[in-house]
């Protein structure tokens, strides 16, 4: 996958705040990094096999990796609601770049309860998607 | 349906195609690769078997995808450039699961310059436990209709 920027280190969980940003990432959506994922998706549709379109769903993976390389997440750390927008085309070739920051951040009992709000741009800087990650975290952290 | 949308073959009430997928371990190790997430839950069975959940778990987000397949399935390109997804992940979906992948249209509301399709979403599993519930909208922009 063409990753262009260094993954940063891991936050933990006490050390994000709301409105905390992270380090945005960005990848390129070559042929391979496309292919992959059509193949593990097992996503036949026209409309990506010959339009040269890639699924909204593969930058949102993207999204959540860069997401991923950025918390520590303990063991015990449940994925529990995702929301998305899909707001533009996009073709194999694009450049996007994902952020993300903390929108919630509240400790219930023995649950940390976390959302990230997740935007992604093309190198033409056009919004194409958006979206918003609900964890729950135990909280031994 | 593809580039354009017709309004006429829309109807509230209406169920899109059901999708059934089965899940795999290699579709699931393939899926890591392609999302570069290797959260060892996902791939490693000797980790996930001393977890409670006993055992290896599909990524949420390879789940959702199917959800994603079958909108765009049915809505074609304006699901790319409108589509939208606001989900809860209520069980995990495992190794050897068949799942079924449901929509049906809620709500059609007609707007000034585009038209909003509600859907609920329904994925469960062959045990009918849900694995993920929500609602999809997809916003269809007059010019992209018939």
């Given at each position: 996958m063409g990753v262009k920027m260094p993954e940063p280190a891991k936050v933990e969980y006490h050390q994000l705040y709301l409105g905390f940003e992270f380090p945005p990432q960005s990848y390129t959506l070559d042929i391979s990094t496309v292919s992959a994922y059509l193949e593990a998706t097992k996503e036949t549709n026209d409309i990506y096999q010959s339009d040269g379109l890639v699924p909204p769903m593969a930058a949102t993976a993207l999204a959540m990796a860069s997401l991923g390389a950025a918390i520590s997440m303990p063991p015990g750390?449940?994925?529990v609601s995702q929301e998305l927008e899909f707001l533009n085309l996009i073709k194999i070739g694009d450049t996007i770049t994902c952020f993300s920051k903390i929108s919630r951040k509240q400790d219930r009992g023995s649950l940390h309860l976390m959302n990230t709000d997740i935007e992604v741009i093309n190198q033409h800087r056009e919004k194409i998607l958006t979206g918003k990650v609900g964890f729950i975290l135990p909280a031994t952290v | 349906m593809n580039a354009a949308a017709n309004l006429n073959s829309f109807e509230v009430g209406q169920s899109l195609p059901e999708m059934k997928k089965q899940i795999t371990q290699e579709e699931i190790n393939l899926y890591a690769k392609a999302s570069k997430d290797f959260n060892p839950i996902h791939i490693d069975e000797k980790f996930a078997r001393?977890?409670?959940?006993g055992g290896t778990v599909a990524h949420g987000m390879l789940v959702l995808a199917y959800v994603s397949q079958m909108m765009a399935k049915y809505f074609g390109r304006v699901w790319l450039i409108g589509g939208g997804l606001n989900v809860r992940f209520k069980a995990p979906a495992r190794p050897g699961d068949v799942l079924s992948i449901q929509g049906k249209i809620l709500k059609i509301q007609k707007e000034a310059d585009q038209i909003s399709i509600r859907c609920d979403i329904l994925c469960s599993n062959q045990k009918k436990e849900i694995v993920i519930s929500g609602e999809a909208i997809v916003r269809i922009k007059n010019e992209n209709l018939n």
């Open positions: 750390t449940i994925h | 001393n977890t409670p959940l």
